[in-house]
């Protein structure tokens, strides 16, 4: 028995288990570190709203929004540390006995991540831009065709069905057959109460459960991979096509965004009320504060 667990090596195994809940824990502490910070910045944003505004003619629009550009961030990052914690916890709380379902953050990823709901807003703010620019100029065909799809983000939660067999049986039932069946298997000739003892002794002392949490993390690993490689094209995306709140401001709008201070001390910018702006170049800055927020909230979470 032992020479089959060496075959399948569990110590490796509950190795990883004992190192997946300390990176949990270290996740935690990240995670309550990164929340305070995240507040404080939403609480800065919310004191300097009124330089983001037309009653000061956005002369001091500069400050509002680095801090607005540092809270995005900062939430993204915070919430892909958060989207850690709360799956590398399933993975070590998956079920000990083997008849009991996956838990459904497992079964659902990766639509079960915070982040993943950001991502799909990116996608939307692209195919959005694709359907403007096809509209606006016949050359919009070349400029969403570099555009990530969303095929494949749909409800992948929903087509794993509820219930789905425990990662734990397939473990164990690998494991028993690999020592019973392979013509070198360590328990090929074993009776079958023998080894149905020796089932009972790897749920009881957790040794599925550790089998379970290597297949189970390693396929997180692999899920986090691909969609990493799709955060970075959305973000390489959004980083190319969506117009700066700055842009908008000085070229729509006709704001001179201050880059410093006058050598009087006051910010250097001009003034513009919103009588001499027209409603599309309003529409053009709420459009662009919009996007804005989706691309710095994937700058903050995206690896």
């Excluded at 996740?27 to 004191?47: A, C, V």
């Excluded at 961030?73 to 379902?101: E, N, Q, S, W, Y």
């Excluded at 919009?140 to 067999?165: C, L, Q, Y």
Aim: glycine letters at 6%; hydrophobic letters at 40%.
């Amino acid at each position: 028995a032992l020479d089959a667990m060496d075959r399948v090596a569990l110590r490796d195994a509950f190795d990883l288990r004992r190192n997946v809940v300390n990176l949990k824990k270290v996740l935690l502490h990240s995670w309550h570190t990164s929340e305070p910070l995240e507040k404080e910045l939403r609480r800065m944003s919310t004191f300097w709203r009124g330089d983001m505004s037309w009653v000061n003619g956005f002369v001091d629009v500069a400050r509002h929004r680095e801090v607005c550009v540092a809270h995005m961030r900062c939430k993204g990052a915070a919430h892909a540390v958060f989207d850690g914690r709360v799956m590398t916890k399933a993975i070590c709380c998956v079920p000990r006995h083997p008849d009991l379902p996956r838990p459904a953050k497992l079964s659902g990823l990766p639509r079960t991540m915070t982040t993943h709901s950001w991502l799909d807003q990116a996608l939307d703010t692209l195919a959005e831009m694709d359907k403007e620019t096809t509209e606006g100029a016949d050359e919009g065909a070349d400029e969403g065709a570099d555009s990530p799809s969303r095929s494949g983000t749909g409800s992948a939660a929903a087509r794993n069905a509820a219930g789905e067999p425990s990662d734990v049986r397939r473990q164990l039932d690998a494991f028993l057959a690999d020592a019973t069946s392979s013509p070198l298997g360590p328990l090929r000739d074993w009776p079958k109460h023998i080894l149905e003892y020796v089932e009972l002794v790897l749920v009881a002392r957790g040794g599925a459960k550790a089998l379970s949490v290597r297949a189970e993390t390693a396929r997180y690993a692999s899920g986090l991979r691909e969609t990493s490689a799709r955060f970075d094209e959305a973000l390489r995306s959004l980083r190319r096509r969506v117009r700066s709140v700055e842009d908008v401001l000085r070229d729509d709008v006709g704001a001179a965004v201050p880059s410093g201070e006058s050598p009087s001390g006051e910010p250097s910018g001009r003034f513009v009320s919103r009588d001499d702006v027209g409603e599309r170049a309003v529409d053009a800055l709420r459009v662009a504060m919009r996007r804005d927020k989706t691309l710095n909230l994937l700058e903050g979470c995206a690896p």
